[in-house]
Protein backbone atom coordinates (compact mmCIF):
# COMPACT_ATOMS: atom_id res chain seq x y z
CA UNK A 1 0.00 0.00 0.00
CA UNK A 2 1.06 3.82 -0.47
CA UNK A 3 -0.16 6.67 0.78
CA UNK A 4 0.80 10.01 -0.23
CA UNK A 5 -0.36 13.10 2.11
CA UNK A 6 0.59 16.81 1.99
CA UNK A 7 -1.00 18.80 3.51
CA UNK A 8 0.27 22.22 1.66
CA UNK A 9 -1.96 25.21 1.54
CA UNK A 10 -1.25 27.73 -1.43
CA UNK A 11 -2.35 31.06 -0.85
CA UNK A 12 -2.10 33.01 -4.15
CA UNK A 13 -4.73 36.00 -6.26
CA UNK A 14 -4.49 39.81 -5.97
CA UNK A 15 -3.59 41.55 -2.76
CA UNK A 16 -2.37 37.80 -1.10
CA UNK A 17 0.00 39.67 0.99
CA UNK A 18 -2.49 40.98 2.79
CA UNK A 19 -3.01 37.89 4.58
CA UNK A 20 0.16 37.27 5.43
CA UNK A 21 -0.01 37.86 9.05
CA UNK A 22 -3.58 36.01 9.46
CA UNK A 23 -1.74 32.98 7.64
CA UNK A 24 1.20 33.49 10.39
CA UNK A 25 -1.19 33.54 13.12
CA UNK A 26 -3.10 29.78 11.82
CA UNK A 27 0.05 28.40 11.61
CA UNK A 28 0.85 28.93 15.35
CA UNK A 29 3.37 31.83 15.00
CA UNK A 30 3.59 35.11 17.03
CA UNK A 31 7.09 35.54 15.44
CA UNK A 32 8.04 35.12 11.68
CA UNK A 33 11.54 35.59 9.67
CA UNK A 34 11.79 36.67 6.09
CA UNK A 35 14.06 35.54 3.93
CA UNK A 36 15.07 37.57 1.10
CA UNK A 37 17.87 39.10 -1.10
CA UNK A 38 18.80 42.80 -1.38
CA UNK A 39 16.97 43.55 -4.78
CA UNK A 40 13.68 42.99 -2.97
CA UNK A 41 15.05 45.13 0.01
CA UNK A 42 15.76 47.73 -2.04
CA UNK A 43 12.48 47.88 -4.32
CA UNK A 44 10.57 47.80 -1.23
CA UNK A 45 8.91 44.81 -2.01
CA UNK A 46 8.45 43.74 1.52
CA UNK A 47 6.05 46.92 2.61
CA UNK A 48 2.55 45.37 2.09
CA UNK A 49 3.53 42.03 3.98
CA UNK A 50 5.38 44.31 7.09
CA UNK A 51 2.18 45.70 6.90
CA UNK A 52 0.22 42.55 7.62
CA UNK A 53 2.44 41.38 10.17
CA UNK A 54 2.28 44.29 11.95
CA UNK A 55 -1.11 44.44 11.73
CA UNK A 56 -1.67 40.91 13.08
CA UNK A 57 0.69 41.99 15.80
CA UNK A 58 3.44 39.63 14.54
CA UNK A 59 7.26 40.37 15.82
CA UNK A 60 9.13 39.81 12.79
CA UNK A 61 13.01 40.08 11.47
CA UNK A 62 14.03 40.20 7.98
CA UNK A 63 17.21 37.83 7.06
CA UNK A 64 18.39 39.88 3.11
CA UNK A 65 21.59 38.52 2.68
CA UNK A 66 20.33 35.66 0.58
CA UNK A 67 22.76 35.60 -2.61
CA UNK A 68 22.55 33.58 -6.01
CA UNK A 69 23.47 29.91 -5.46
CA UNK A 70 23.05 30.05 -1.49
CA UNK A 71 25.68 29.13 0.77
CA UNK A 72 26.08 26.44 3.53
CA UNK A 73 27.34 29.49 5.25
CA UNK A 74 24.34 31.46 4.40
CA UNK A 75 21.69 29.03 5.57
CA UNK A 76 23.74 28.73 8.83
CA UNK A 77 23.30 32.44 9.76
CA UNK A 78 19.90 32.68 8.63
CA UNK A 79 19.44 29.87 10.96
CA UNK A 80 20.98 30.99 13.65
CA UNK A 81 19.24 34.20 13.68
CA UNK A 82 15.91 31.94 12.93
CA UNK A 83 16.70 30.20 16.77
CA UNK A 84 17.70 33.39 18.19
CA UNK A 85 14.77 35.30 17.66
CA UNK A 86 12.43 32.28 18.27
CA UNK A 87 10.56 32.24 15.16
CA UNK A 88 8.30 29.45 14.52
CA UNK A 89 7.78 30.77 10.88
CA UNK A 90 9.75 31.09 7.95
CA UNK A 91 9.04 33.54 4.95
CA UNK A 92 10.75 33.01 1.53
CA UNK A 93 10.24 36.03 -0.35
CA UNK A 94 11.98 36.30 -4.21
CA UNK A 95 13.00 34.03 -6.67
CA UNK A 96 14.88 30.52 -6.47
CA UNK A 97 17.67 31.46 -4.44
CA UNK A 98 15.48 33.04 -1.76
CA UNK A 99 13.00 30.35 -1.50
CA UNK A 100 15.46 27.53 -1.38
CA UNK A 101 17.20 29.36 1.54
CA UNK A 102 14.30 29.78 3.25
CA UNK A 103 13.03 25.90 2.83
CA UNK A 104 16.66 24.71 3.88
CA UNK A 105 16.56 27.46 7.12
CA UNK A 106 12.76 25.85 7.82
CA UNK A 107 14.04 22.28 7.84
CA UNK A 108 17.50 23.40 10.07
CA UNK A 109 15.13 24.65 12.19
CA UNK A 110 13.91 21.66 13.28
CA UNK A 111 16.44 19.17 12.25
CA UNK A 112 19.96 17.86 13.25
CA UNK A 113 23.09 17.80 11.61
CA UNK A 114 23.86 19.93 8.18
CA UNK A 115 21.73 20.84 5.21
CA UNK A 116 23.49 18.23 3.24
CA UNK A 117 22.38 15.23 5.63
CA UNK A 118 18.59 15.93 4.23
CA UNK A 119 19.70 15.88 0.20
Do not use: C
Amino acid sequence: MFVYKMPTEIVFGRKSVSETGNIVKKLGGDTALIITDEGIMKNNLLNNIEASLKEANIMYLIFHEVEPDPTIQGVKKATELLKEIGAKVVIGVGGGSSIDTAKAVATMATNEGEIFDYE
